[in-house]
């Protein structure tokens, strides 16, 4: 068996898609669907092509899934939301992204998160203007609206005691935070990495980090209900390659950014950056991340993100991963 990879030189420097934006997401069924396959067919897993997904990077280039009887391709998107979308579209077996991510897409597909294959306290950080010591200094919040970037501010003001109506919400896209903030546009922001780093190097410091409001960033990899149950085999083997390869990662980060360089042509001294603050690993769902998720879903109903409560306790597949 052989590991495909799909390369794509451009998709990592496109900016991420919010969450809340519905004019991107596939319609189901509106590009012929994949069958349900039999053991050891092809499997298709879309990721985003930054190093948060470096354990699949590392599978893929180091034959990892055909070590462990998967015939896997990992093809990179722009990001998790559009990797997702290919899954709600039938485009592919499998798909990797964050908590939001997933529960926006709930009420368009039957998804299935199997377990977690990245985590970190840190890589979401609070990046403040020259002259701005303290959060409660803070006036003017940069926000990716429906993101966990907004979550997290919502998370930080309510830590600190600090009224929500006296902070005033600017909406960006990340790569706009940074110029803002060195324009004085807005006085910090909360966003994930790269562009807290950008910030920094345009004159801003950090404040804290979202471990330091109590959120642990975490990635799920989902695949739809009617495929996994013509696959868990194969489910099974694929995430014991990823528990191999995040193994790897956290052992070994350059050989683990050469896999990232070889499938995304993201350069090695960026991947090493990134993944100082992040920790692959693969493991079941806790009643903490259970915790997480109900509470991303009040938040999405509350900004009108999704139109009914989620009961993430029956999506969530608690036990799958044995690992």
Same mark, same amino acid.
């Not at 990992?74 to 998790?80: F, I, L, N, R, S």
């Not at 368009?108 to 950080?125: D, F, G, I, M, N």
């Not at 303290?134 to 997290?152: Q, R």
């Given at each position: 068996m052989r590991t495909k990879l799909v390369t794509n030189s451009t998709v990592f420097r496109r900016r991420r898609t919010l969450l809340l934006s519905g004019a991107s997401m596939l319609a189901a069924g509106a590009l012929p669907s994949l069958p349900a396959l039999a053991q050891n067919a092809p499997v298709t897993i879309g990721v985003g092509a930054d190093p948060v997904f470096t354990a699949f990077f590392v599978a893929a280039n180091e034959k990892l899934?055909?070590?462990?009887?998967?015939?896997?391709?990992? /093809?990179?998107?722009? &990001?998790?939301?559009?990797? %997702?979308?290919?899954?709600?579209?039938? /485009?592919?077996?499998?798909?990797c992204a964050g908590?939001?991510?997933?529960?926006?897409?709930?009420?368009?597909? $039957?998804?299935?998160?199997?377990? =977690?294959?990245?985590?970190?306290?840190?890589?979401?950080?609070?990046v403040a203007r020259k002259g701005i010591p303290?959060?409660?200094?803070?006036?003017?919040?940069? @926000?990716?609206?429906?993101?966990?970037? $907004?979550? =997290?501010?919502?998370?930080?003001l309510s830590k600190?005691?600090?009224d929500?109506?006296?902070?005033?919400?600017?909406?960006?896209?990340?790569? $706009? %935070?940074?110029?803002?903030?060195?324009?004085?546009?807005?006085?910090?922001?909360? =966003?994930?990495?790269?562009?807290?780093?950008?910030?920094? /190097? /345009?004159?801003?410091? @950090? %404040?804290?980090?979202c471990g330091d409001v109590g959120y642990t960033s975490t990635l799920w990899l989902s695949a739809t209900a009617g495929w996994l149950a013509s696959n868990k085999e194969v489910a099974g083997n694929i995430l014991k390659a990823l528990a191999e390869a995040a193994e790897i990662t956290r052992k070994d980060p350059p050989r683990a950014a050469q896999s990232v360089q070889a499938v995304t042509r993201?350069?090695?001294?960026?991947?090493?950056?990134?993944?100082? &603050?992040? $920790?692959?690993?693969?493991?079941?769902?806790? &009643?903490?991340?259970?915790?997480?998720?109900?509470?991303?879903?009040?938040?999405?109903?509350?900004?009108?993100?999704?139109?009914?409560? =989620? &009961?993430?306790?029956?999506?969530l597949q608690r036990g799958f991963y044995k690992g």
């Open positions: 899934f055909a070590k462990h009887g998967a015939n896997v391709t990992v /093809q990179p998107y722009t &990001d998790g939301g559009e990797a %997702l979308n290919a899954l709600v579209a039938n /485009q592919v077996n499998m798909a908590e939001p991510t997933h529960i926006v897409r709930l009420s368009r597909a $039957e998804l299935r998160p199997l377990a =977690v294959t990245y985590q970190s306290k840190t890589y979401l950080k609070l303290t959060v409660d200094k803070i006036k003017k919040f940069g @926000i990716v609206a429906g993101s966990v970037s $907004e979550y =997290v501010t919502g998370l930080t600190m005691g600090i929500a109506s006296k902070v005033e919400m600017v909406r960006s896209g990340p790569p $706009e %935070l940074p110029a803002l903030l060195a324009r004085g546009d807005i006085d910090g922001y909360f =966003v994930w990495e790269p562009w807290p780093t950008l910030g920094v /190097q /345009q004159g801003g410091h @950090i %404040l804290m980090t993201i350069p090695v001294p960026q991947t090493l950056n990134s993944l100082k &603050d992040m $920790e692959p690993v693969v493991r079941d769902f806790t &009643d903490a991340d259970l915790n997480t998720a109900n509470a991303i879903g009040q938040f999405l109903l509350s900004k009108q993100a999704i139109k009914a409560p =989620v &009961d993430m306790s029956k999506v």
